[in-house]
Structures are given as C-alpha cells and as structure tokens.
C-alpha cells in the first residue's frame, strides 16, 4: 500500500490539549519513542497495540501541528481508536505500537470545528473499510 511506512511507530500515551473528548473526537496522544519512525503529517489508517494488555484497536491517525486550532508547531500524534467507548483517559503512560496501513488525506486547515469534525467522520469511515480490506488485514495478521 503506498504512502504509509510499514515500521510501527511506538511510544508512550501522553496527554493531549484535552480538546478532542469535548468535540467528540476523543484521541490518545502519542510521545514518539526517541529515533522512531514518524511518517509524513497526514491522516492514516492503522491498528493501535497495547503492549500491557497485548489488545489492538481500530485506528484513525491525524499527524501534524492541529493547524485548524494553531496553537502549536509542534507535531502531534493523536490517535482516535473506533472500538473503544472513547475513554482513553486509562491509556495514559501506556507503551503502544503504532501499525500503519494506508494514508487517507492530506491535514488541513479548516475554517470551523464542524467542518473538522465532518471531515473526521469521513476518515473514520474510509479508515474502517482499509482496515477491513485484504492489505489491512494483513498488516493486522503479520502484528498477531
Ligand atoms: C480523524 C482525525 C482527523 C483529523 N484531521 C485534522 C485536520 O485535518 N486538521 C487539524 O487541524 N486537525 C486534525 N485532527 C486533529 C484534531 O485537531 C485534534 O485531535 C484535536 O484538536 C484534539 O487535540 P487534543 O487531543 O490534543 O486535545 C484530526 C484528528 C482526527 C482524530
């Protein structure tokens, strides 16, 4: 699949700005490890691995500086899972594996929250069905 790298990112769950629980986007921030491979700011599809639990989710991954807030110019790594009920608060400290399978988008500026957020739904969407598909699942068989 071109576009997304086929290391894993892995790191540690930080806390975030706290922005994306109230617009319903709940995302568990990612501390890239020290000389890990971060690819390109983009959104991505991929599977998120909880090394403590051995557990992996569905994932959506937005990389980048949230320049629709532009509060920052530092990269973010901020992952929505899709199978959890959206608390991530006990991911906190938590050491993860980041599996890519495929780039959705480009990140953009938007004008409005709900212009992100109408945009966010999208990406979960097509991020579901590349996961589903034969390359996501073999991403997810070759991590198991
Ligand atoms: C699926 C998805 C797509 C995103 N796309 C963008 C984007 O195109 N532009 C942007 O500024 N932020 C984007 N974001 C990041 C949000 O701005 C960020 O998650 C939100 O500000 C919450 O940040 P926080 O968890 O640090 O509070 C995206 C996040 C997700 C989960």
Known sequence: MPDAPTTPLTGTVVRGAGRGRGLGFPTANIAPDPGTPVPPPAIYSGWLARRA??????????????PTFCDTSEIHTEVYCHDTSGEVGDLYGERVDLWFVARIRDTERFASVDELLLAAREDVRRSESLLDSEHGRHVLAALS
């Open 53 to 66: 639990t051995g557990t992996v989710h569905r994932a959506t991954i937005s990389i980048g500086t949230n």
